[in-house]
């Protein structure tokens, strides 16, 4: 395996775990609630099996993986308190180790339906009344 390849996976393992800290950061009862606010929304985005981009468009569909999601997850971190923080990436550690199974946002998915919805209702309406 290449050296390039082993990068990306390692940074996709980590990715996975830092949204697994957010998942259980968001549950804790000690998390202020704007880190919890935001995190839910990353989380929820994060776990859902549809993306708002679609990865099968050029450029902009690997965008929210690799730019937007990181950046959202940077900022739930740097908003939670440590001691919160130190327990939840020991509880995500140990989620890792057990093998678990990644919970699924099913209203997240609905929700990115309802815009992608939206989007098209707006463009169909917009066409229509030319």
């Not at 708002?52 to 308190?81: A, E, K, M, S, T």
């Not at 939206?118 to 169909?124: C, E, K, R, T």
Request: include cysteine.
């Amino acid at each position: 395996m290449s050296k390039a390849l082993q990068r990306v996976q390692g940074w996709a393992k980590a990715l996975k775990r830092q949204v697994m800290v957010l998942w259980f950061a968001c549950r804790h009862p000690a998390t202020p609630w704007l880190p919890k606010l935001v995190a839910i929304a990353i989380v929820a985005y994060a776990l859902s099996p549809i993306d708002l981009i679609p990865d099968f468009i050029p450029i902009l569909g690997y965008l929210d993986d690799v730019i937007l999601l990181p950046l959202g997850i940077w900022l739930v971190i740097r908003l939670l308190p440590p001691l919160v923080l130190g327990h939840r990436r020991q509880q995500a550690a140990d989620w890792e180790r057990s093998q678990s199974p990644r919970p699924v946002s099913k209203s997240a998915a609905i929700v990115i339906m309802l815009i992608w919805l939206s989007l098209v209702g707006g463009i169909w309406a917009l066409v229509a009344r030319d």
